[in-house]
């Protein structure tokens, strides 16, 4: 329309695109794209224009190679991209099947631009390949009904600037790069959500001689990723030894220590 603005809707049948879809508005501004339908497939370019949106909005999502490409090229054009899952319906770019509600994400995504990925499934949402972050984009994730975040075989997300958004069941997440600097914000605030952006090795670190990381209250996610060459050493009289110096009310997830 005259806003910029592209729905494709079928409610109760198939949605196929396999062409070009371009929205813009009457300035140039980014537009707006909707797809959605009871099933729904899209290939070929879907282009909002940057600081445009495109919704997806599809019951299990499974994000192939072909959508893979789709997907990573709108956000190349700066396109915000929003896969959605819902109880009665599922379409998007990929393989739409029968099932929770979950978004899986089993092929590789990454754009170099301030574009914004949400995951919003019905379930839960499986990450079985890299998703990488390589400007200042963000990622909001929002798993509902029982659902979770997991990260299988490869997956991972992976943010080059610490300063991107990152958004979790609307719990905004600070990242960081290192053992380090995880320790000294925990000891500043220890209630907040942390989550590590890439794998990082502690070699150059040395050796601790007390749990690297503070008493925690808050959320950690690794986002998949992996601290190696790792040391703790002591002699001091205590129970345990471990990363984190006990954790009792936070939680710490898809790390690899």
Not at 30 to 48: F, K, N
Not at 135 to 149: E, F, P, S, Y
Not at 201 to 209: E, F, I, R, V, W
């Amino acid at each position: 329309d005259v806003n910029g603005h592209i729905w494709l809707t079928s409610a109760g049948g198939n949605m196929k695109v396999s062409g070009t879809l371009i929205a813009r508005g009457a300035d140039g501004a980014g537009g707006r794209i909707e797809t959605s339908g009871h099933t729904a497939s899209l290939g070929g370019t879907v282009d909002a224009g940057a600081g445009g949106r495109w919704l997806i909005d599809p019951v299990t999502l499974t994000v192939t190679a072909t959508a893979a490409n789709t997907i990573n090229n709108a956000l190349n054009a700066d396109t915000n991209v929003t896969l959605k899952t819902t109880k009665t319906s599922s379409g998007g770019p990929g393989k739409e099947s029968t099932g929770n509600g979950d978004i899986v994400v089993s092929s590789a995504l990454s754009w170099n631009t301030t574009a914004n990925l949400t995951l919003k499934a019905y379930h839960s949402v499986v990450i079985k390949a890299p998703i990488a972050v390589k400007a200042r984009g963000g990622v909001t994730i929002d798993d509902a009904r029982g659902g979770m975040l997991t990260f299988l075989q490869d997956g991972s997300i992976t943010f080059a600037n610490l300063k991107s958004d990152l958004l979790i069941d609307n719990q905004v997440y600070t990242l960081v790069g290192n053992v380090k600097t995880l320790a000294r914000d925990v000891a500043d605030f220890n209630t907040r959500s942390y989550a590590l952006a890439a794998d990082y090795n502690a070699s150059n670190d040395g050796t601790y001689t007390q749990w690297p990381v503070p008493s925690f209250e808050g959320n950690f996610e690794g986002l998949g990723h992996t601290i190696s060459d790792l040391k703790v050493t002591t002699t001091a009289a205590i129970g345990g030894i471990g990363f984190f110096d006990g954790a009792d009310s936070g939680t710490i997830a898809d790390l690899k220590l």
